[in-house]
C-alpha cells in the first residue's frame, strides 16, 4: 500500500509563504510525476501543479509564477512552494502521485490546510 502525507499548511497573511510537503511512502519504486491539487468549500477538487520525470512542470492559470512544484527523488517527496498567497487561495491541498493519463493513482491522504487570511 502506498500512503501519501501531506504537510506544511497553516495560517498566513495574504503574500505570505508556504511550503507545503507531500511524504510518499510504501510500495512505490519511483515517483514519476506527482500532483499538488486543492479543493476549497463547495469546490471540486483541482489540479494547481503537476510535475513529470523530466521535471517538466505545469501550473493552474490561477498560481502560475506564484507556486512552484518539485520533487526529491531519493526522499520519495513532492514539495510546493507558495508565495504570494491570497486569500483564494485558501483550500485542503492534497497531492498524489499520476499515471500517463494525468490521473492520481493513489487514495487520497488527508491533506493539509491552507488558511490564507488577515
Known amino acids: 500500500q502506498v500512503q501519501l502525507v501531506e504537510s506544511g499548511g497553516g495560517l498566513v497573511q495574504p503574500g505570505g509563504s508556504l511550503r507545503l510537503s507531500c511524504a510518499v511512502s510504501?510500495?512505490?519504486?519511483?515517483?514519476?510525476?506527482a500532483g499538488w491539487y486543492r479543493q476549497a468549500p463547495g469546490k471540486q477538487r483541482e489540479l494547481v501543479a503537476s510535475?513529470?520525470?523530466?521535471?517538466?512542470?505545469n501550473y493552474a492559470d490561477s498560481v502560475k509564477g506564484r507556486f512552484a512544484i518539485s520533487r526529491d527523488y531519493a526522499k520519495k517527496a513532492v514539495y510546493l512552494q507558495m508565495n504570494s498567497l491570497k486569500p483564494e487561495d485558501t483550500a485542503v491541498y492534497y497531492c498524489?502521485?499520476?499515471?500517463?493519463?494525468?490521473?492520481?493513482?493513489?487514495?487520497w491522504g488527508q491533506g493539509t490546510q491552507v488558511t490564507v487570511s488577515s
Open positions: 510535475i513529470l520525470g523530466d521535471d517538466m512542470t
Open positions: 510504501g510500495s512505490i519504486f519511483n515517483i514519476y510525476a
Open positions: 498524489n502521485v499520476r499515471n500517463v493519463d494525468g490521473l492520481p493513482i493513489y487514495d
